[in-house]
């Protein structure tokens, strides 16, 4: 298994994982392989070093592994690569618990705020007005991004 360090046209960086370099080759060429930030096809390999399982003694192979990692920006501001993991986490929580009702958000939202039908955790699409006459009638309302990766497993 490969696994390379890619990033958009856009800078939005991510992990791909690939049987061998001919795979990640043959799927790059075929438009397989997307940002799943904001969907771009325009993807670069970027430089990376080699996994290496070195155990010095007993005591590091029973370490525990850290479960999360990040890019260091050198000191320059936050670490947007940690960022861009919570954001993608955090948007799949969302995603993974709360039906998608689509256009019928705003309909939807004003229906539970009324009680006329059953309260449930909702998301869809509403215009920025309709989402401001939303938030004025008492309706809590969080504008999310659109990001095309969210609803789909990275691999």
């Known amino acids: 298994m490969k696994v390379l360090n890619l990033q958009c046209a856009n800078q939005h960086g991510f992990e791909g994982w690939f049987g061998s370099e001919d795979d990640y080759t043959s799927?790059?060429?075929?438009?397989?392989?997307?940002?799943?930030?904001?969907?771009?096809?325009?993807?670069?390999k970027k430089l990376s070093a080699p996994r290496?399982?070195?155990?010095?003694?007993?005591q590091d192979a029973e370490a525990p592994v850290a479960s999360e990692v990040a890019m260091s920006n050198h000191g320059e501001g936050p670490d947007?690569?940690?960022?861009?993991?919570?954001?993608m986490r955090a948007l799949r929580e969302v995603v993974a618990n709360t039906e998608d009702v689509g256009e019928r958000f705003a309909s939807e939202a004003?229906?539970?705020?009324?009680?006329?039908?059953?309260?449930r955790q909702i998301r869809g699409k509403a215009s920025p007005q309709e989402a401001l006459e939303l938030m004025e009638e008492g309706?809590?309302?969080?504008?999310?991004?659109?990001?095309?990766?969210v609803k789909e497993t990275l691999q």
């Open 110 to 119: 004003r229906a539970m705020h009324h009680g006329e039908i059953e309260h």
């Open 80 to 87: 947007l690569a940690a960022m861009q993991a919570r954001i």
């Open 27 to 44: 799927q790059l060429a075929r438009g397989l392989v997307s940002c799943p930030l904001c969907g771009d096809v325009h993807i670069q």
């Open 139 to 149: 309706i809590e309302v969080i504008a999310l991004p659109s990001i095309p990766g």
């Open 52 to 58: 290496l399982n070195l155990r010095a003694s007993r």
